[in-house]
């Protein structure tokens, strides 16, 4: 299995939104995740099942997508946004995006 | 609240074995709901998956460590361990130890994790 994400760093100003994209090499139907982990601190879950927010996080964060193609999207980009988001799959993960709010 | 804190040894000599324990705070160790894993990361790189363990229950490793691999639970003192031998400096890494919850629609994922330690293979 293989978890490939893009773009690998993605620029955008405040108040916009980002796109961040997931492809999985095989079909995992809707059994993804997704995770923030800013500078220097533990990973933090954001998104499972591909589209259900964790508790306490912002619904300024969407996931969406099944099969094989998933999407995070970050509306009203905020300083805190910045940070490597990772989607997951069972015991794999994405290698990252790095989202840099200029 | 769940908390889960790591600790290790920092500093380990090639070809001898790592020890990491974690202390679960907030929920059992032995929880029938979930399972509780190892996640590794090296210095700049991304997150890789090492194991998972379910209290009585089955242990999953991945297939290019099992041979060097061990996870275990303590009930007694609430805790995780994992131990990883004959480490070389690829394994230096942030060592995380997270709950993992595993749902039959949903998938599985990570909830909750610790802070980390670094553990650094060096002569």
């Known amino acids: 299995m293989l978890m490939t994400q893009s773009p690998a760093t993605l620029s955008v100003s405040p108040g916009e939104r980002a796109t961040l994209s997931c492809r999985a090499s095989?079909?995992?139907?809707?059994?993804l995740a997704w995770y923030q982990q800013r500078a220097g601190q533990a990973p933090r879950l954001l998104i499972y099942?591909?589209?259900t927010r964790a508790t306490g996080i912002p619904a300024r964060f969407t996931g969406s997508g099944s099969g094989t193609e998933f999407t995070l999207t970050i509306s009203s980009l905020q300083s805190e946004d910045s940070a490597v988001y990772y989607c997951?799959?069972?015991?794999?993960f994405g290698q990252g995006t790095k989202l840099e709010i200029k | 609240q769940l908390q889960l804190q790591e600790s290790g040894p920092g500093l380990v000599n090639p070809s001898e074995t790592l020890s990491l324990t974690c202390i679960v705070s907030?929920?059992?160790?032995?929880?029938?709901?979930?399972?509780w894993a190892w996640v590794r990361q090296p210095p700049g790189k991304g997150l890789e998956w090492i194991a998972s363990?379910?209290?009585?229950?089955?242990?999953y490793y991945k297939s290019s460590l099992r041979s060097r691999v061990t996870i275990s639970v303590d009930t007694s003192q609430n805790q995780l361990s994992l131990s990883l031998s004959s480490v070389t400096a690829a394994d230096t890494a942030v060592y995380y130890c997270?709950?993992?919850?595993?749902?039959?629609?949903?998938?599985?994922?990570?909830?909750?994790w610790g802070q980390g330690t670094l553990v650094t293979v060096s002569s």
């Open positions: 997270a709950r993992l919850w595993v749902t039959a629609q949903s998938g599985n994922f990570f909830d909750y």
């Open positions: 907030g929920d059992s160790v032995s929880s029938s709901n979930y399972y």
């Open positions: 363990i379910k209290y009585s229950e089955n242990t």
């Open positions: 095989q079909i995992v139907t809707s059994k």
């Open positions: 099942g591909a589209s």
């Open positions: 997951q799959y069972e015991g794999t």
